[in-house]
């Protein structure tokens, strides 16, 4: 048994007792979700914070994610390298960017028990650093093509076509790539737009504004709560926006700890987010969350969470606290939630318009959160209604293992939902029954 497979049961053993230690103390709150959530106080769990999560296990001959009434759920397409973000072009191919999470400098044993716990999730190891194609040329729900679209990108992840430009959001910046609509193929050398700090919470999600002359990136922290002293979060945790005449960028909103799906709701054009908040006080504390995006808006990170409610841990700033925007609507404490796209009323049958998120789950709690694909209705441009689970069953009942974890979620050809499940490898398809 090598080194690293040892300190992985310790890790596994140490983290097993602070499970129960942390249920003892915490008992079992109430899911924090809706408009007003009840979040529990927070307790900081020091230098060893709740570290639990499953073994990615992938899934076996014949599993599959349970779906909802009225729906159905086949693999569009299987045998990826951890799948993190699809993007469907307008003659409905299908692009993958296919990456994860590299080693990064190791600051103390805490790190090193992260890194160990990641790969074992299988989160951390060689990225594949690709975008693939996929294409059902017999629209038979299958993609019966596949080849290498982009590869040789830092951590792919965002994407868009805007013209005959293709945008690839990569952890070191966005990169524009010449396009040729005839063979629907990106050409030449990328040229890089804006660069970002790679490392920390490296994805970079892209949305091209409706009229195609802007486009949006989030961009998350390098760290929990600015661990690494502030200067090093410059430039971090914000949503950009990126004129793309002038090749000018900016800060559009921050203090987002890791903004990562963005999406437009059409009746207002507001701009939308899904935001993973930070980690170690708790199960429930503070919940992720979903939010309209203001231009110049200041979201709490890391000086306070859910509007005005400071965290001790953190050197503070009065002023931005007191500027700090509540969420509008909470999403559960840890749930990870990654994927975001707009359902337009009646696209699935028994669903109205709202927002559809890919919950990738916890890691710091000792019930496990997340893991499945949810939606919010809306109504008015607003959320307005308790969550509704598409898709879950991507965990073991207990807890061990788990099957999948879903990110990205987009509409796909033939009135579909594609949802990519980066530990299954597989992009799912769900479709009316």
Not at 7 to 20: E, K, L, N, S
Not at 87 to 115: C, H, I, K, W
Not at 154 to 168: E, N, S
Not at 317 to 326: G, N, W
């Amino acid at each position: 048994m090598n080194l690293s497979r040892t300190f992985a049961h310790i890790v596994a053993a140490v983290g097993g007792t602070m499970v129960v230690l942390r249920r003892l103390q915490s008992g079992n709150p109430s899911p924090a979700f809706g408009l007003a959530p009840a979040i529990p106080a927070g307790k900081p769990q020091g230098k060893t914070p709740t570290l639990k999560m499953p073994t990615a296990r992938g899934w076996t001959a014949g599993r599959m994610p349970a779906v909802a009434p009225g729906l159905k759920v086949n693999a569009f397409a299987r045998d990826l390298d951890h799948p993190r973000w699809i993007e469907v072009l307008p003659n409905d191919d299908v692009l993958v960017a296919e990456a994860r999470s590299e080693p990064s400098t190791l600051r103390g044993l805490f790190d090193y028990a992260m890194q160990v716990t990641m790969e074992r999730a299988g989160s951390l190891g060689v990225s594949a650093n690709r975008i693939t194609r996929l294409r059902d040329a017999d629209g038979d729900g299958v993609a019966d093509m596949s080849e290498v679209f982009l590869e040789n990108i830092r951590q792919p992840f965002g994407m868009a076509l805007i013209g005959d430009t293709f945008y690839v959001g990569a952890t070191d910046g966005v990169l524009a790539f010449d396009f040729d609509r005839a063979s629907w193929r990106a050409v030449g050398k990328g040229k890089r737009l804006v660069e970002f700090k790679p490392g920390g919470h490296w994805t970079r999600s892209l949305l091209a504004s409706p009229d195609g002359s802007r486009l949006y990136a989030g961009v998350g922290s390098l760290s929990n709560i600015g661990d690494r002293g502030m200067d090093a979060e410059h430039g971090r945790a914000a949503v950009y926006e990126l004129d793309l005449a002038s090749g000018r960028s900016r800060i559009f909103a921050s203090g987002l700890r890791n903004p990562v799906g963005l999406a437009w709701e059409p009746s207002t054009g507001t701009l939308w987010t899904v935001v993973n908040e930070r980690d170690g006080l708790g199960d429930e504390t503070p919940p992720d969350y979903l939010t309209s995006v203001r231009d110049g808006g200041f979201y709490g990170w890391p000086y306070c969470y859910w509007g005005n409610t400071v965290d001790d841990r953190v050197p503070q700033d009065p002023a931005l606290v007191a500027q700090a925007i509540t969420p509008d609507y909470a999403l559960g404490g840890h749930t990870a939630s990654l994927g975001l796209c707009w359902l337009p009323d009646g696209f699935l049958p028994g669903y109205p318009e709202g927002m559809v998120i890919g919950q990738h789950g916890s890691w710091n709690r000792s019930r496990l959160s997340g893991y499945k694909v949810i939606f919010i209705p809306f109504t008015g441009g607003r959320p307005s209604g308790p969550p509704r689970d598409i898709l879950w069953d991507f965990l073991s009942p207990d807890e061990r293992e788990s099957y999948g974890r879903p990110v990205g979620v987009t509409i796909g050809p033939n009135r579909s939902l594609l949802v990519a499940d980066d530990v299954g490898n597989v992009i799912w398809r769900v479709t009316g029954a």
